[in-house]
C-alpha cells in the first residue's frame, strides 16, 4: 500500500523564499529541507565558505608551504573507507600538484585497527621515513599516535572532521571544522573536504609568496570528482556547503572530466557517468572502493584513485567489483544470523540493539548494523571476534540520537567497560573484551 505523508515546514521560512521569486511548491519543499535563504541554492564554486574559517588552516598552509620549500618528506596515513580513500587520494594529487614530496601508508584495519596508532607511526617510520605526517580523515583521537611521532621527532598535521574527545592530540597543528573553538560555519565537512580545503589554503600562502599566480598556479578544482564522491560516500549531511562541492564533481563527472579510477569504477558497476546522480556515487561507486577496505587492503582502492594509466584503473576497478560481490554474500549471511539472533526482538520494548555473533566478519559489522537500524529504528551496534580476547563494534544509529556521544557517556559511567571509541553522531566503532559483552549491551540500553 502506498501511503503519502505530508511533511511539515516552517511557513515563515517558505514565505521568505516565496518572495524571493522561489516557485510556491519548491519554497514549501526547500523550507521543509531546512533552507534560509535563496542563496543557499547557489552551486557555483565562488559560492563556498572561505577556507579562512576553519580555526589553524592559515598554519597549517604556513606550516606546509615551508616544508615543500625544505624539500622536506611528507606521508600520508589514511582512513580505510571510501572517505579515507579519496582524502588521501585528493591529498596525494594536490600536495604533488603543489610541488610536495608526498607518499602515503594505510592501516590494514585487521591488523592496526583505526587511526594514527603508536604501531602504525612505527610502521610508517620503519617503511617511509617521513619528515611529517598528516593524517586525513582520522588523527583527532590520536593522542598516543601523536604522542609516538612527536617522540621518533616526526611533525604531525591531523586533518580529521570526527568529534574530539576531552583532550586534543600534541600535533602541530589540527584542522577539523569540529575542534573546540573553530567557528567555521559547515560542521559537515568529510575528511575528503577537510583535505581539499587544505590545499586551498596552501595554495593561496604559496600565491603569496609569488611561487605562481593566479594564471600559473595549479588548478585544484580537477579534484573535484574525487570530494564529491567521498563527501557522498561517507553520507555526511549535505548542507550548502556540501552541496556546492558534489554539484561541481558530479558536473565533471558528467562532462567525462574525471579521474579515470573513477570513470573505471563508474564502468565497473554498469553505471553512465555521464548522467551520473548522487545516488551513483553512494551505492554504486563508493561501496566498491569501500570494499576494499572491509575485505582486502584500502592500499589497492587508493590505488585506483591516483593511477593516470585507464588500463591499470580498469584492472583495479575490476577486483574491487568481484571483492563487493564476496562482501555482499558474507553481508547476506551475516544478517540472516543476526535476524534469527533478534528473533524475539522487540522494539517496543528496547531503545537500542547490540549483537555479536563469533562468525562475523570486522569488515562488514557497518553495513549489517545499518540495514537493523533501518529495519527496527533502533541505534544498532553489531560485534565480531578480534584479536586477544577482544571484538570490535560497528555502530549506525538514527536522527536525535548522538552515538558517539552515547559511547562517551557509557565510558563515563563505566570507565573500565570500552578499551577505545570514536566516530561521529549517525556512525562509531568501538573495542570492549568478549566477556564484557553483556555488560556493555545493558549499559548501552
Known amino acids: ?41 547557489e552551486s557555483e564554486l565562488s559560492s563556498l565558505i572561505a577556507p579562512s574559517g576553519l580555526l589553524h588552516i592559515g598554519d597549517a598552509a604556513i606550516f606546509l608551504a615551508d616544508s615543500i620549500a625544505a624539500k622536506k618528506k ?86 580529521d572532521h570526527h568529534l574530539p574527545a576531552d583532550t586534543l592530540p600534541a600535533a602541530r597543528v589540527i584542522v577539523n571544522p569540529n575542534q573546540p573553538e573553530c567557528g567555521f560555519p559547515s560542521k559537515n565537512l568529510a ?31 580537477v579534484l573535484l570528482d574525487l570530494v564529491a564522491l567521498g563527501t557522498v560516500a561517507d553520507v555526511v549531511k549535505l548542507d550548502a556547503n556540501n552541496r556546492i562541492l ?33 545516488f551513483d556515487l553512494g551505492f554504486a561507486v563508493g561501496p566498491r572502493l569501500n570494499a576494499a ?39 547476506a549471511g551475516m544478517q540472516d544470523t543476526a535476524l534469527a539472533l533478534l528473533d524475539n526482538f522487540s522494539p517496543a520494548d528496547s531503545n537500542t540493539i547490540s549483537v555479536f555473533d563469533a562468525s562475523w566478519h570486522q569488515g562488514v559489522i557497518g553495513i549489517v548494523a545499518s540495514r537493523l537500524k533501518d529495519k527496527f529504528f533502533r541505534p544498532t551496534i553489531t560485534f565480531a571476534p578480534g584479536s586477544d580476547g577482544m571484538i570490535k563494534g560497528s555502530g549506525r544509529s538514527i536522527p536525535g540520537f548522538h552515538l558517539r556521544d552515547a559511547l562517551d ?31 556493555f549491551s545493558a549499559a548501552f540500553e
Request: charged share 25%; with cysteine; net charge positive.
Open 191 to 221: 575528511g575528503v573536504g577537510v583535505m581539499f580545503y587544505v590545499l586551498l589554503a596552501l595554495r593561496a600562502e604559496m600565491r603569496k609568496r609569488g611561487i605562481f599566480d593566479a594564471q600559473t598556479q595549479p588548478k585544484l578544482d
Open 409 to 439: 557517556l557509557v565510558s563515563k559511567h563505566a570507565p573500565s567497560l570500552i578499551e577505545k571509541f570514536g566516530g561521529h553522531a549517525m556512525a562509531a566503532g568501538l573495542t570492549i573484551r568478549a566477556d564484557a559483552f553483556e555488560t
Open 74 to 159: 611528507m606521508v600520508i596515513v589514511a582512513d580505510y573507507d571510501c572517505d579515507g580513500a579519496t582524502a588521501c587520494a585528493v591529498g596525494l594529487r594536490g600536495l604533488r600538484l603543489l610541488g610536495a614530496n608526498v607518499d602515503f601508508i594505510v592501516p590494514n584495519r585487521f591488523e592496526y585497527g583505526y587511526g594514527l596508532t603508536p604501531e602504525i607511526v612505527e610502521l610508517t617510520a620503519r617503511e617511509k621515513s617521513p619528515d611529517i605526517i598528516v593524517t586525513v580523515d582520522n588523527g583527532i583521537a590520536s593522542i598516543d599516535g601523536v604522542a609516538e611521532a612527536n617522540r621518533r621527532g616526526i611533525e604531525v598535521v591531523v586533518t
Open 1 to 41: 500500500m502506498t501511503r503519502i505523508t505530508t511533511r511539515p515546514y516552517p511557513f515563515r521560512d517558505s514565505e521568505r523564499l516565496r518572495q524571493s521569486g522561489v516557485h510556491p511548491v519548491l519554497a514549501r519543499v526547500y523550507a521543509a529541507r531546512g533552507l534560509l535563504d535563496v542563496k543557499e541554492l
Open 293 to 331: 577496505g572491509r575485505l582486502a587492503d584500502m592500499a589497492l582502492g587508493i590505488e585506483c584513485l591516483t593511477t593516470d594509466d585507464e588500463g591499470r584503473a580498469w584492472v583495479i576497478a575490476q577486483q574491487l567489483d568481484t571483492i563487493n560481490k564476496e562482501r555482499r554474500e558474507i553481508e
Open 246 to 278: 558534489v554539484a561541481q564533481g558530479l558536473k565533471r563527472m558528467r562532462a567525462g572530466r574525471m579521474h579515470p579510477g573513477i570513470a573505471a569504477l563508474f564502468r565497473a558497476a554498469g553505471r553512465e557517468a555521464r548522467r551520473a546522480t548522487p
